[in-house]
């Protein structure tokens, strides 16, 4: 249990001794301010020192170490947790906004077949305060920039929705209480559709994209296993249902292998899938980032022209489609790459 593990009414019994606008000046130091409760000038002397010393006001996260890349601009986290496991995340810097990539578990259990994560395999899911301290922390380093954190993704370690009720926690922690726009906050998730459904139910207008990669069931069962539990039929039903609960556009993530899922017949594949929700599902075209595990093996990214090509039948096709730009891929922080590196592999390293 960490500080970032309590609620209001937790913060209040914590302070029960206490008249209860300290609550409030804590509750804004820590997320408004992104203080810990010692740095909190509000606060009497006393009850700094006494937060400082309790075990349930200690952080969640220890930061190990951090790569920087882009000319600064990517910056990777090692974290290490409480029972020695680790996690990363990931803090970019753009023109327009400010953007850090989150995990939710420590490992992943999706085995999908380009994804570094998946050769950890499962260790545990994360709680709510190891999930918001990620928030935190980027939007603290942000600040001390010169830049304001925006917007929130949850794409890093793990599958979201197989960790739903601490993910959806944090989700409102987020947005309630640190106050960042629903509309700037994406879930991806490779398809749960229990969880999809529980994510429909709540007051949270957030973005869902769904991590797609393969237009028919046979290739992306092959690609996602989970699609065996929950083929495209199905899940497409569970999008279509958040589509017109929510009134948010779904994203379809596409990680373009070589030879694999780039050809015409996969764009007509994915054009057509895309077109039965309205307003049509947007594409990101993700050309697959090397991995060094067994996952990953065999499977490059398309050439240039390739990618541009099968950007361009999906527009022919009637399908909007963007060409996500790769960042931190050199220092292993882009899309499928994460996988909770050593120390030893993530030395601290500026301006590559």
Known sequence: MGLYDLDRDGLTNALSDYPKYRVNQLIHGIYANFLSPQEISELPSALRQELASREDFQP???EDTRRVSDRGLTTKYLFSLSDGRQIESVLMYGPKS?????SSQAGCAMACKFCATGDLGFSRHLGVGEIVEQVITAAREAKSNGSRLDHVVYM???????NCGPVIESLHRIIEVMGLSARKVTLSTV????????????ELAINLAVSLHAANDDLRSALVPINKTYPIAILMEACAHYLSVKNRRISFEWALMSGVNDSEQDAKELAKLAKTLYPAAHVNLIPLNPTTGAMGKGLLAPSKEKINLFSSMLSELG???TVRRTRGQEIAAACGQLAGSTPEDSLHSKNL
């Open 60 to 62: 969640s996260l220890r």
């Open 98 to 102: 400010t953007t850090v990539c989150i």
């Open 156 to 162: 890093g370690m793990g599958e979201p929705l197989a």
């Open 191 to 202: 398809g749960i559709v229990p969880g999809i459904k529980r994510l429909a139910k709540e």
């Open 319 to 321: 399908v909007n489609a």
